[in-house]
């Protein structure tokens, strides 16, 4: 069974600080999905990283893949208030119904304290 | 460019009470569809996905069913709502990479 998981569950940081939320993931995968939920509002895609090596790079957020490891890290450069959010990596599975379906992590609820 | 919806934005109802909530897909054909739950302060859960018309693959059995009458219409139902079925529904749709998330339905069984 496909698991997904992420550290810390909940973090609080303050403005301006650097950090890292970690995913880690229990089987061969070489795509890594990131995304942002804001209270009661849906899913954001951030970035989908597809190979091992993988980092893409958006403002202050920059996540990175290492499929050897099966692990994705998303690291926050000089927090702002902006980013506090509920972060979720997920990975997908192949299916013999010739479709992908996408596991999630537990989510990161981050709290940017000004 | 596409779209995807879903209705009712929220709902309240009662224990043992019918459930259908919706979801369409627009600017795109043949996509692959997806229903999840997020419980509160929780994470995302898949429920069903689809390949196709008529094609379900049921991931939580349960009290819930799904179908996709239409190319790009996917339907959750449930025919007696239990409280544990009180949660955000999101309604998905993927090219087989990307995968783009609805506005999602908020429901509350009372």
């Known amino acids: 069974e496909l698991k997904v998981e992420q550290n810390p569950l909940f973090l609080s940081m303050q403005e301006g600080k650097n950090y890292t939320i970690y995913c880690n993931y229990s089987?061969?995968?070489?795509?890594l999905y990131w995304y942002r939920q804001d209270p009661g509002k849906s899913l954001e895609s951030l970035f989908v990283?597809?190979?091992?090596?993988a980092v893409k790079q958006e403002g202050r957020l920059m996540a990175s893949l290492d499929t050897k490891a099966r692990l994705s890290t998303l690291h926050i450069t000089a927090a702002v208030h902006d980013l506090s959010a509920t972060y979720f990596c997920?990975?997908?599975?192949?299916?013999?119904?010739?479709?992908?379906?996408?596991?999630f992590g537990t989510g990161t609820r981050l709290k940017v304290l000004a | 460019s596409q779209t995807i919806h879903q209705w009712p934005a929220t709902l309240v109802q009662p224990v043992g009470s019918p459930l259908s909530l919706e979801c369409t897909v627009e600017?795109?054909?043949?996509?692959?569809l997806y229903w999840y739950r997020q419980a509160a302060g929780r994470g995302l859960q898949l429920l069903f996905y689809?390949?196709?018309?008529?094609?379900i693959s049921s991931e939580v059995p349960q009290n819930l069913s799904a179908s996709r009458p239409q190319d790009r219409q996917f339907i959750l139902s449930s025919k007696k709502l239990l409280l544990s079925d009180s949660g955000f529904y999101l309604c998905?749709?993927?090219?087989?990479?990307?995968?783009?998330f609805g506005p999602g339905t908020r429901l509350t069984v009372t």
């Open positions: 998905a749709w993927s090219s087989g990479l990307y995968e783009y």
């Open positions: 089987t061969t995968s070489d795509r």
């Open positions: 990283l597809l190979s091992n090596g």
């Open positions: 997920a990975v997908d599975m192949y299916e013999t119904s010739g479709t992908y379906k996408y596991i």
């Open positions: 600017g795109t054909s043949n996509p692959n």
């Open positions: 689809s390949v196709g018309i008529g094609q």
